[in-house]
């Protein structure tokens, strides 16, 4: 890997947590071969080594694929029990070492679904008010269809039509063209249907059960109490 790989992508698990990703870098660096490769890494951003900044500094060129679901405690909930100061400590980290060696990029990358369909433009902002230079964005290629109980596709009409009629409200606050385009294309999806009113009762149902359940092992805010509309509204649906 060290004498033939010129482009690494490296996927999860989460790279930064495990030994053998350091002990790559530091092997190609001490033969003198980072500078003659392009790393992608893909990261929850709840974690980062001193020596990352290092080595990152003496690669040609590295983007992060920041795979961040949703702000503060919708994160954590989405990707338990990730903790908020860690991404905003590892997004500050990314952002100095970018500035530093003028050799790094953002690819912010949600997987959008209905935890955080609600949330989705307020959260292209904050990834659009920290990107660093013209080469980061927002990468739209992870929508979670499956496990269906996931998909927004199941929520009530009227809850996915509240959301559509927000995101059309708000890219007109936003200024960045292909933001705009791809939450538009969510806006449409939420106004389209993909399963019948009996099928989508039976998928919040499931839904309701799962995330109850999961809730009642963890010692963290649940999903009714951190979206309350959600809840009225699947509530209302099942009744």
Not at 14 to 19: A, D, L, N
Not at 39 to 44: A, G, K, R
Not at 147 to 167: E, F, M, S
């Amino acid at each position: 890997m060290s004498k033939n790989v010129k482009h690494l992508v490296v996927i999860g698990g989460e790279p930064t947590i495990i030994r053998e990703f350091y002990e790559l870098l530091e092997y190609c660096d001490t033969n003198n071969t980072l500078q003659n490769k392009s790393l992608t890494i893909t990261t929850n951003m709840t974690n980062t080594s001193k020596n990352l900044s290092s080595w990152l500094g003496s690669i040609r060129h590295f983007t992060i694929h920041a795979s961040i679901d949703g702000l503060m405690e919708r994160n954590k909930y989405i990707r338990y029990p990730c903790d908020w100061n860690s991404v905003i400590n590892s997004l500050k980290f990314y952002k100095d070492t970018m500035k530093k060696h003028n050799n790094g990029n953002f690819s912010f990358a949600p997987a959008i679904q209905l935890l955080n369909i609600d949330q989705l433009t307020e959260l292209s902002k904050f990834f659009i008010d920290n990107f660093t230079n013209e080469n980061d964005d927002i990468a739209w290629i992870s929508q979670v269809r499956y496990p269906i109980v996931c998909d927004y596709a199941i929520l009530p009409t009227d809850y996915k039509l509240k959301i559509a009629d927000n995101i059309e409200k708000e890219v007109k606050t936003i200024n960045h063209k292909s933001t705009v385009e791809h939450l538009m294309g969510h806006a449409n999806d939420l106004r389209m249907e993909s399963f019948t009113e009996e099928q989508k009762k039976n998928y919040q149902k499931m839904f309701i059960q799962y995330n109850d359940r999961q809730d009642s092992f963890r010692k963290t805010d649940t999903w009714r109490k951190l979206l309350p509309e959600l809840e009225t509204a699947l509530t209302k649906s099942i009744s």
